[in-house]
């Protein structure tokens, strides 16, 4: 088994001829009998070439006998620049306003689904007011306190243990999670204030990868933070 993600450490960035997916899949192909006849020289060389960091020949000779690959979804299967697609405002609040305060609490986040709410904010030229209490939940999201109000940002878990009924997003936030988007919940004060959808696009390899892979009998998990619905969307099209 391995486990590639977007922080597994590269020298050089992939070239877009020699994409690092593409390669590693080749990678495997050739490496059998690899070790024996010193070719796993060539193989890391061509490794290195698309970005991808091996330790050796054993590491190759080992690699014939892989049974599943486990990918991070973002930044490995997809390009790892999100942006926001859909901003549904709840109750009183204006699309504005749902937006300004999601990014508010993202603000200095180095997520990329943190950031792409802050970049749309910011592309709105909207203002963001300083956060105090900044907490982040584990598996739960976030919360901190803008301009007084009491913001959360996150998932049903969170929402569902704070006491904030979030019945009335669940129509949204379905749509959007059938569509292959990360959508996040919004509240203020104890109440719904919207939902907040952030995609992601698939990188050009990506479904070529996991079908050569799967070619080779060779098992594909996906790991993300989305939900089963979101995670099902993106894993209908990767094939």
Do not use: C
Not at 89 to 111: C, F, K
Not at 210 to 230: F, H, P, S, Y
């Amino acid at each position: 088994m391995i486990l590639l993600g977007y922080n597994t450490p590269v020298h050089n960035p992939p070239a877009p001829e020699h994409d690092a997916l593409s390669q590693f899949h080749n990678e495997l192909v050739m490496q059998s009998g690899a070790y024996q006849n010193g070719s796993w020289v060539v193989g890391v060389g061509k490794g290195a070439e698309a970005g991808i960091l091996i330790r050796g020949g054993e590491v190759l000779e080992r690699a014939q006998k892989l049974t599943t690959v486990i990918f991070d979804k973002t930044g490995t299967l997809t390009r790892g620049e999100p942006n926001v697609t859909d901003i549904v405002p709840l109750g009183a609040a204006t699309e504005e306003e749902a937006l300004r305060l999601a990014a508010a609490v993202e603000a200095g986040s180095e997520h990329p689904l943190g950031e792409a709410i802050v970049r749309a904010a910011r592309h709105r030229s909207i203002e963001l007011p300083k956060v105090t209490g900044f907490e982040a939940v584990p598996g739960h999201d976030i919360r901190g306190e803008v301009d007084g109000h009491k913001v959360l940002l996150g998932n049903r878990r969170l929402f569902a243990r704070e006491g904030i009924d979030a019945a009335a997003a669940e129509a949204a936030m379905t749509r959007l999670e059938h569509e292959g988007k990360t959508a996040m919940l919004i509240g203020s004060d104890g109440k719904l204030t919207g939902v907040i959808a952030v995609a992601d696009t698939l990188k050009p390899e990506a479904k070529e990868a996991v079908a050569a892979l799967a070619r080779e009998k060779i098992e594909v998990v996906m790991l993300t933070g989305d939900n089963q619905r979101t995670a099902q969307a993106i894993a209908r099209e990767l094939g």
